[in-house]
């Protein structure tokens, strides 16, 4: 029996964007597990070092998501992308130099990581904004479907991977398998031909600030983009809140063994590609809306489940929490397939940098002083109290899309929205 290859299989451009895609998704994965245990191992770095290192990542997001979305709605996207891998494996490679020439610091892995990250706010807001040029409307749910399938495949076995690599030529230089995927990706890149239009602003003279009020407004007057935007704000602080304490949860006031912890806390990515796979399905069945509104419901309701775990054996509370955690990630897959592929289709082609660039901001932004809340709270009312206040506040999260215009969607729309930008 002859396969038959179907929907995006046969669409040549989106291949080759998935796959360079995917190969660095699994490259950098390594780099996640090397790069802290060369701070670590290797340079011995104290405990606020390896704070700093952590920060150094994502505070890019902060200082420069704004502006990279203005750029990017200013300048073809895949070029954009090609020089970020570029630069990114460029400042990679100074790792495993160093490491050889034995003159690594921890200062120079704080440069490289702010820097790499700087690198991905590029190529994140750019790549994301590029999916819509390449596939149809029709076909996001499907195209992030897949992206996420191969995210959730590089998290499972990439840090198995980054582990053997570690161990057989030592952190510093599994990093160069990370670069060269880099490079691999920016190279697959090249062989996609289907063109880009950049549309410049009406009126002349561009204005940085400006564009960057017209994509906060985008965001915030839209009545599909506001509520997925708080709550997802919501959802990402009650989450940052949840996640240490849950570890607490689990190791102090459960006693589970350090194995135990780790199965269950491996059963996200499990959960996570049968979101992928079951994303479009449940689109297709009850609508895009009510897929994003339930799915962010049965993830709070998911996580006070948890809770039962303390009035069960071991025996009881492991299989409990595994079914939880990937209940969680099932549903978080759901709504964040979803609702990223609904914001694609109504936003206008010349402003989806700036719109992914202010959704990140708020998004990515809040989760700090969800940790921040967790640790206080931990501390004041407990561990179990916090998890419930995190649960609830999920629910509510899920809310506010229930009682919006989001829930009534049945189909991604084929136009964009309408904005008075």
Request: proline share 5%.
């Amino acid at each position: 029996m002859r396969l038959r290859f179907t929907g995006l299989w046969r669409h040549q451009d989106f291949m080759k964007l998935w796959t360079a895609e995917t190969v660095s998704m699994f490259g950098s994965q390594i780099t996640y597990l090397a790069l802290p245990l060369i701070a670590a191992l290797v340079l011995g770095a104290t405990p606020t070092e390896m704070g700093i290192l952590a920060a150094a990542g994502t505070v890019p997001y902060l200082l420069f998501g704004l502006f990279v979305g203005a750029w990017v709605d200013r300048l073809p996207r895949k070029p954009i992308m090609q020089i970020a891998n570029l630069f990114r494996a460029g400042l990679l490679l100074t790792i495993p130099a160093a490491a050889f020439w034995e003159v690594l610091t921890i200062e120079q892995l704080f440069l490289v990581v702010f820097l790499t990250g700087t690198a991905t706010v590029f190529f994140d807001v750019a790549s994301t904004s590029y999916l819509p040029s390449v596939i149809s409307r029709e076909d996001l749910v499907e195209g992030n479907s897949k992206f996420e399938f191969t995210n959730s495949l590089s998290r499972i076995t990439g840090p198995g991977l980054g582990g053997a690599l570690v161990q057989l030529v030592t952190a510093p230089f599994a990093i160069l398998v990370d670069a060269v995927g880099f490079l691999v990706s920016s190279l697959l890149l090249t062989f996609i031909r289907r063109n880009e239009t950049v549309e410049q602003p009406q009126g002349g003279k561009q204005n940085i600030w400006s564009d960057i009020g017209e994509g906060l407004r985008v965001v915030f007057g839209s009545k599909i983009l506001r509520p997925i935007i708080l709550s997802t704000a919501v959802f990402n602080f009650c989450m940052s809140l949840i996640q240490p304490i849950f570890l607490l949860f689990i190791s102090r006031d459960l006693a589970l063994a350090p194995t135990m912890i780790g199965l269950i806390l491996g059963m996200s990515g499990v959960g996570a590609m049968i979101g992928a796979l079951l994303a479009g399905k449940l689109k297709n069945r009850f609508g895009v809306g009510p897929a994003i509104a339930w799915a962010i419901l049965f993830t709070g309701i998911s996580m006070l489940m948890k809770l039962l775990a303390v009035t069960l054996p071991t025996a009881g509370a492991v299989p409990l929490l595994m079914g939880a955690q990937i209940v969680d990630m099932i549903m978080i897959v759901i709504y964040n397939i979803n609702q990223v592929s609904l914001r694609m289709a109504i936003t206008p082609n010349r402003l989806h940098g700036r719109m992914n660039a202010s959704i990140r901001f708020v998004v990515v932004g809040i989760m700090p002083l969800g940790a921040l809340a967790g640790g206080l709270l931990g501390g004041v009312a407990g561990v179990f109290n916090t998890m419930i206040i995190g649960g609830v506040g999920i629910m509510l999260a899920a809310c506010i899309v229930l009682f919006s215009p989001v829930r009534k969607l049945r189909e991604v729309p084929s136009a964009p929205e309408e904005t008075a930008a």
